[in-house]
């Protein structure tokens, strides 16, 4: 089992920043990957950004050059700087890792911290 606890969360005007951490527990195994997937309210839950275990990034085209993905995996945890921000970054944000073994894929996910962005 893994265990992920994200914070950092809150209110920030627009053009604000924050910054987000995942810190991960439990059996996490040497492949696998995090990321950081965000829903608003009344929509599906959509990628942000993710990292792989050797620190290979990808980004949603709506935070490319805003938001940066990263990770200390001697600590097991995954940052996400979020600048710039805007009122459509308003939602509550998950944290995920996939461990991976072979073809099996398990997903583990976080609590999630809201973050709103309004003036």
């Known amino acids: 089992q893994v265990q992920l606890v994200e914070s950092g969360g809150g209110l920030v005007q627009p053009g604000g920043s924050l910054r987000l951490s995942c810190a991960a527990s439990?059996?996490?195994?040497?492949?696998?990957?995090m990321g950081w997937y965000r829903q608003a309210p009344g929509k599906q839950r959509d990628l942000v950004a993710r990292i792989s275990s050797r620190g290979i990034t990808d980004y949603a085209d709506s935070v490319k050059g805003r938001f940066t993905i990263s990770r200390d995996n001697a600590k097991n945890t995954m940052y996400l700087q979020m600048n710039s921000l805007k009122p459509e970054d308003t939602a509550v944000y998950y944290c995920?890792?996939?461990?991976?073994?072979?073809?099996?894929?398990?997903?583990?996910w976080g609590q999630g911290t809201q973050v709103t962005v309004s003036s």
């Open positions: 995920k890792l996939q461990n991976f073994r072979g073809p099996t894929v398990y997903d583990y």
């Open positions: 439990g059996n996490i195994f040497s492949i696998n990957a």
